[in-house]
């Protein structure tokens, strides 16, 4: 594997709407960004990922885009991403933008000419198909529920394709002109100081043509998306081309959001020459999916979370490297996800943070895992602003859920989770915003916030600053970012527990539990590096762990 500039970082994501409001309309911004970068670099973070802030109607906050070229007033403007990539350069910080292609806004101005003359250049821009007696083409289900296809507007005699919201349409990546429309504006950001990328649900691009019906997995009488893109072929075709005539030249660094990619393709995808830099490990986030809807979803144990994790670092191997995370801006959060319901504590918060982030590949924070931010605890479905979990609770509700459980449903999967503004301290609105915010604040601001946690060295925020010295730590670092991952005692129930091979030989342990446990040493500890309790109990190379009790151990 050959060696990169990005490999010994750490990145952090922001979403933008929740992150800080500089001006009182109670949207976060990026001058509001631009506040807290030095709060970013005391944290120890090299990589901000921003969500989408360009212009959009934000019928799926704002990665439906009318404007690839702007940035969205409720943001700021293009001479304030220019000031947020500048001042990010003299902290030697690195800026990536999320680069939405699969679909724009139907308010996108190629869509809205395509609607003007479904015949003309730009109608062939996207998926359009005639009308035939109410029989679609296909029957795929779009993401948010509902067929992908949507009468035209203007246009009764046809319709268009959309596997998200049908405010999303789909852009025709068979067409070379909207490539090279794809490959202009990459480079026009790029050449704009911008170090890269995280390519948002890029597996789309390709679908398998000619259209056809696959079987019918809900009373619904559609099939989900999925199927049809386990049958496309030629993806990779179109991946080459963008990391040519986009990427290679700027050295840009890349993470793709990817899904359903094979074993025998990870060299392709995140290879030496892979299409991107790295991709995210969804393993842990996808497990017990099911195609009925979250109401039948498996909730995940930490014994499927090692191995999901163990699975996804065998399956890389040294091919390249994955990108860690155990929460997003799509998915709950991580420590009210994948600690078992009644054991979210600082303990378990620290474990947590400990097993995922010293996992080979690159660690990825979301705005607010640094505090322990939970999930919600929804009353009502008025309080859900989030498309998909709007469907979602109409799904449960359609195969006889009560409200009482497709509320209970959505609380733990709801998108919104993530995107309750940030808890900057106890102040009204969390410090957030001197106005209404727009999606509500969790109320447990008061206990969960940064202030709280600065100056305390038992924090959580404290313990990542641990965690991400560590990883830099001249000392360490060739191990932490190169050695080899080795499961340890991979069977014991409700332990994760793995080395960290190279220059020197690191144990990673963590009791999943609230009942202690104790694990034999394979060799003496030299050194404690971290640990989420005061002391470490080592008797003859015995290590009892306490209740959820995480140590880095150096053999």
Request: hydrophobic share 35%.
């Given at each position: ?19 800080f409001?500089?001006?009182g309309?109670?949207i ?5 960004i631009i506040q ?13 990922w921003?969500s989408?802030?360009?212009?959009s109607p934000?019928?799926?906050?704002g990665?439906d885009?009318?404007d690839?070229y ?17 001042e990010?350069r003299?902290?030697?910080m690195?800026?990536?933008l999320?680069l ?12 809205q000419?395509a ?5 003309g250049?730009?109608?062939n821009?996207?998926?359009?198909e ?8 296909c029957?795929?289900r ?5 067929s992908v296809?949507?009468p ?5 005699d ?11 349409p789909?852009?025709?990546w068979?067409?070379p002109?909207v ?10 950001w790029?050449?704009?100081g911008?170090r ?17 019906d696959y079987?019918?997995d ?10 049809m893109?386990?049958?496309?072929q030629?993806v990779?075709?179109f ?6 005539r986009g990427?290679a030249s ?17 060299p392709?995808f ?17 497990f017990g999916?099911?195609?009925?809807g979250?109401?039948?979803r ?9 191995r999901?994790c ?9 091919i390249?490297f ?11 959060r ?8 009644g054991e979210?504590?600082l303990?378990s918060?620290?474990?947590?943070a400990?097993?995922?982030?010293m996992l ?5 924070i979301y705005?607010g895992?640094?505090?322990?931010m939970e999930?919600?605890?929804?009353s ?7 498309i ?8 449960a ?10 509320l209970k ?11 309750t ?14 106005g209404k915010p727009?999606?509500?604040?969790n109320p ?5 916030n940064?202030k709280?946690q600065?100056n305390?060295?038992?924090?959580l ?6 965690l991400?010295?560590l990883?830099k ?10 050695g080899?991952?080795i ?16 220059e020197r ?5 963590g009791?999943?539990q609230?009942k202690?446990?104790?694990?034999q040493?394979p ?6 590096l971290l640990?989420?309790?005061p ?5 003859d190379?015995?290590?009892?762990l306490k209740d959820y009790?995480?140590?880095i151990?150096?053999?």
């Amino acid at each position: 594997m050959e060696r990169k500039w990005w490999h010994d970082k750490v990145a952090y994501q922001i979403y933008p709407k929740s992150f800080f409001d500089s001006n009182g309309d109670g949207i976060g911004d990026i001058p509001g960004i631009i506040q807290k970068l030095d709060y970013l670099k005391d944290l120890g973070v090299d990589i901000l990922w921003i969500s989408p802030c360009y212009p959009s109607p934000f019928a799926d906050q704002g990665y439906d885009i009318s404007d690839y070229y702007d940035i969205h007033p409720a943001f700021g403007t293009l001479k304030d991403m220019d000031r947020l990539i500048e001042e990010a350069r003299k902290r030697e910080m690195y800026i990536l933008l999320d680069l939405v292609v699969n679909h724009c806004s139907d308010e996108h101005e190629w869509f809205q000419k395509a609607c003007a003359d479904p015949n003309g250049k730009y109608g062939n821009f996207f998926y359009i198909e005639n009308r035939k007696d109410d029989k679609l083409p296909c029957n795929w289900r779009s993401y948010f529920g509902g067929s992908v296809w949507e009468p035209l507007p203007g246009h009764p005699d046809k319709q268009y394709l959309h596997l998200f919201h049908k405010k999303q349409p789909d852009l025709n990546w068979e067409n070379p002109e909207v490539r090279e429309e794809v490959y202009k504006n990459i480079n026009w950001w790029l050449d704009r100081g911008l170090r890269g990328f995280r390519i948002d649900a890029i597996i789309n691009i390709k679908k398998k043509l000619p259209y056809k019906d696959y079987p019918a997995d809900r009373p619904d009488g559609l099939s989900c998306v999925d199927h049809m893109l386990a049958d496309a072929q030629g993806v990779g075709e179109f991946l080459g081309e963008m990391r040519d005539r986009g990427f290679a030249s700027h050295e840009a660094f890349t993470v793709g959001e990817v899904f359903n990619e094979k074993d025998e393709e990870l060299p392709d995808f995140i290879g030496d020459n892979g299409y991107f830099s790295t991709m995210f490990d969804f393993a842990p986030v996808v497990f017990g999916g099911s195609s009925k809807g979250w109401y039948d979803r498996k909730r995940i144990t930490p014994d499927d979370y090692k191995r999901c994790c163990f699975h996804s670092q065998k399956r890389i191997g040294d091919i390249g490297f994955l990108s860690n995370i155990i929460e997003n801006h799509d998915e709950p959060r991580g420590v009210s996800y994948y600690i078992p319901d009644g054991e979210t504590s600082l303990h378990s918060k620290k474990m947590l943070a400990v097993m995922y982030f010293m996992l080979k590949g690159l660690p990825f924070i979301y705005q607010g895992q640094e505090i322990g931010m939970e999930n919600m605890k929804f009353s009502s479905i008025d309080q859900i602003d989030d498309i998909s979990t709007i469907d979602e609770y109409h799904v449960a509700r359609n195969a006889g859920c009560t409200k009482e459980e497709a509320l209970k449903c959505i609380s733990l999967y709801s998108r919104d989770n993530a995107r309750t503004p940030m808890q900057w301290d106890s102040s009204e609105n969390a410090g957030f915003s001197s106005g209404k915010p727009w999606l509500n604040v969790n109320p447990n601001y008061n206990n969960i916030n940064v202030k709280k946690q600065w100056n305390d060295p038992d924090s959580l925020l404290s313990f990542y600053k641990e965690l991400i010295a560590l990883r830099k730590n001249p000392l360490y670092r060739e191990t932490i970012v190169y050695g080899d991952l080795i499961p340890y005692l991979e069977d014991r129930h409700n332990l994760m527990a793995y080395f960290r091979k190279g220059e020197r030989t690191l144990l990673v342990a963590g009791n999943f539990q609230k009942k202690s446990q104790d694990i034999q040493l394979p060799q003496k500890c030299q050194k404690v590096l971290l640990n989420n309790y005061p002391n470490a109990d080592i008797t003859d190379r015995v290590l009892h762990l306490k209740d959820y009790q995480a140590v880095i151990l150096e053999l």
